[in-house]
């Protein structure tokens, strides 16, 4: 009831403003704040939970105005999260058409090249943000992402090294760190960045997998099946660990990189 009654108000906002006398110059400031105060009624149910209804107040901004530059941005985010990646890269360009291009709009396309696994295209916007924010931490955490997936692990070290010293505490960029030592050839510090989030406070299974998955590939199979046996079945264990080492014996670069669950930090 609440959001139909949302609708309702916004859709009255969509009308326009128009009366006997209006100047020119109070339409424009009227229809600036129709504008403004659409997006945050749609942002409100956003952060709300109610994303679809946000999702079609957007639209219908959209549809009065289609160069609007905040309802352009908030609807892209939201598809992001939606899962609707390409319509979430074809409203980011748009931005980018209207040189509304800053570090959170290249921050956004960033993500969407990093879900289509296309790191190159993902560099050039982050290096584009990098240069408006140079100490930007989500371009670097992003950035070195970019390059492990091109298998350019030189570069990404010290983006890693660069973010850790800033954030030493960064579950995320700590496990991202581990896998890209791992697919560089580093065991060793790799097993012991994550066996320490591992059995650490802030353990998940995603981090326990990817422990696994660093002791297969360095041969231990026997500390592999202690760490999965904390969360699968034997059945399962033995499916995983014989995929593991297909794929480490064929020593295939893409399929060991699909293998890793990359996590993305906060700011």
């Known amino acids: 009831m609440r959001a139909l009654l949302l609708i309702v108000s916004f859709s009255l906002l969509l009308g326009g403003c128009s009366g006997l006398g209006a100047t020119s110059s109070s339409l424009k400031s009227n229809h600036q704040e129709d504008k403004l105060q659409g ?5 409100a149910l956003r952060q709300n939970g109610d994303k679809y209804t946000s999702l079609l107040l957007y639209q219908k901004l959209l549809e009065k105005d ?3 530059a905040d309802a352009l941005q908030s609807s892209a985010e939201l598809l992001y999260e939606l899962g609707s990646y390409n319509e979430a890269l074809s409203t980011y360009e748009k931005l980018l058409s209207q ?20 790191p190159a295209s993902a560099v050039i916007v982050l290096q584009k943000c990098l240069g408006q924010e ?3 931490r989500d371009a670097m955490k992003l950035l070195a992402i970019s390059f492990d997936l091109m298998g350019q692990y030189d570069r990404s070290k010290p983006l890693y090294e660069r973010s850790l010293t800033a954030n030493p505490t960064d579950v995320a960029l700590q496990n991202n760190y581990a896998l890209s030592l791992l697919q560089s050839g580093s065991f060793q510090p790799a097993i012991e960045i994550l066996s320490a989030l591992a059995f650490g ?4 299974v995603r981090i326990r997998q990817n422990l696994t998955i660093a002791y297969v590939l360095s041969g231990d199979q026997e500390a592999a099946v202690h760490v999965a046996s904390l969360d699968y ?35």
């Open 66 to 68: 289609p160069d609007n």
């Open 39 to 43: 997006v945050k009624v749609a942002n």
């Open 201 to 204: 406070v802030n353990s998940s």
């Open 233 to 267: 079945s034997p059945d399962e264990i033995k499916r995983m660990i014989s995929y593991y080492q297909l794929a480490s014996l064929h020593k295939n670069a893409s399929t060991l990189r699909a293998l890793f669950a990359y996590g993305e930090s906060s700011t």
């Open 99 to 118: 040189e509304k291009g800053d570090c959170v709009v290249y921050l956004g396309l960033a993500r969407l090249y990093l879900r289509q696994v296309r």
């Open 134 to 136: 140079a100490e930007s």
